[in-house]
């Protein structure tokens, strides 16, 4: 089950909250937001302290939002490692 909740929200920065798994399942949540967010906003910021899964679907996502948009922040060591993998951290 994925969860994500705004947290703050200006033009120059949006803080997204994701909680949860993000599987094939729920990838398609997930893009649909962070793309919206980011048309509102210059910077996208995920909060992953209640990420507690991602998989390779939800990982391409946030490489294609990787390009200097996108900052992630609270991941678990478990998951900063394997972000970190993929270039993302």
Known sequence: MLRLTVKSQ?????VLQVD????EAETD???KEGTRLLQESELLVL????LRFI??????I?????R??????GASPFLHKLLEEYGLM
Request: aromatic letters at 6%.
């Open 20 to 23: 949860g798994w993000v599987s």
């Open 29 to 31: 949540v997930l893009e």
């Open 47 to 50: 909060d992953l302290k209640g």
């Open 10 to 14: 200006t033009p120059e920065e949006m």
């Open 68 to 73: 200097g948009r996108l900052v992630l922040r």
């Open 55 to 60: 998989d390779e679907a939800g990982i391409e």
């Open 62 to 66: 946030l490489k294609q939002w990787s």
